[in-house]
């Protein structure tokens, strides 16, 4: 969900996560923005996921995406192992280029041609294993890193190769549940018969039917709220989709 306007409030946040948590829900992903063109009123998804991480103790966290080429990777590699060794190994690092439609990049002095913020999010993965493998110390909870969830444009290829050198893909803009069938029989190519664990991870409105989407291949169904949720709509999803805990 996106932690904007009521829910631009990082205790909230937390209490909305308590009472996915209870109702058996398997993660709780928060938008990651600077600025966005329908509000002015953001919360920093970093200091709430940290709210997060202590007043749970289940559920998978993590920010949907995090666009690297603006961020320090240096600084960036001590928060994510802060934060994954706070919740006990939950944290899932959610990447991705970024757009600059909303002034995030530009206006800041970051790099607002998107092949230079693609060269630096590959520069900057890469660095950032380095950094949790040993360069920095402590290391993160989950070994032998934190997992990487890589966010990709349907039906754009060169996100999909990247995604494949990871952990699992966060497609946008998907057409319906074949699209995830065709993604999942392209990633099982640029993987090349690799046996380690891949998440392909899909976003759909609250009480859309899933089954379709996980025969498909989907192997997360994430519940989304678009730019404008509410906390009460937020808790009516939590309660009428519980997930069995575990």
């Not at 919360?43 to 559920?59: N, Y």
């Not at 803009?173 to 899909?202: H, K, N």
Request: hydrophobic share 45%; net charge negative.
């Amino acid at each position: 969900m996106a932690p904007f306007g009521e829910l631009a409030d990082a205790g909230r946040l937390a209490r909305l996560a308590t009472a996915a948590e209870a109702r058996g829900w398997d993660g709780f992903f928060l938008w990651d923005h600077l600025v966005y063109v329908d509000t002015r009123e953001l919360a920093d998804p970093w200091i709430a996921m940290t709210a997060i991480a202590c007043a749970t103790e289940r559920v998978r966290i993590g920010a949907l995406v995090t666009p690297t080429p603006r961020r320090r990777i240096a600084k960036l590699a001590r928060e994510t192992v802060t934060l994954d060794r706070l919740s006990g190994g939950r944290l899932v690092f959610g990447v991705g280029i970024g757009g600059d439609r909303h002034g995030e990049f530009a206006p800041f002095g970051d790099p607002g041609d998107p092949r230079e913020r693609a060269r630096l999010l590959d520069e900057g993965l890469e660095r950032l294993v380095e950094l949790w493998g040993g360069e920095f110390a402590p290391p993160p909870a989950q070994q032998p890193r934190i997992p990487v969830w890589v966010a990709a444009r349907w039906p754009n290829r060169r996100p999909m190769r990247r995604a494949a050198r990871w952990d699992g893909i966060f497609p946008i803009d998907l057409p319906g549940p074949e699209a995830v069938a065709e993604l999942a029989a392209a990633m099982a190519e640029l993987r090349d018969g690799a046996s380690d664990p891949f998440d392909i991870v899909v976003t759909n409105p609250a009480g859309t039917d899933l089954e379709p989407w996980e025969q498909a291949g989907a192997t997360w169904c994430l519940t989304g709220f678009g730019p404008d949720p509410s906390e009460a709509e937020v808790l009516e999803a939590i309660d009428a989709e519980p997930r069995p805990a575990g």
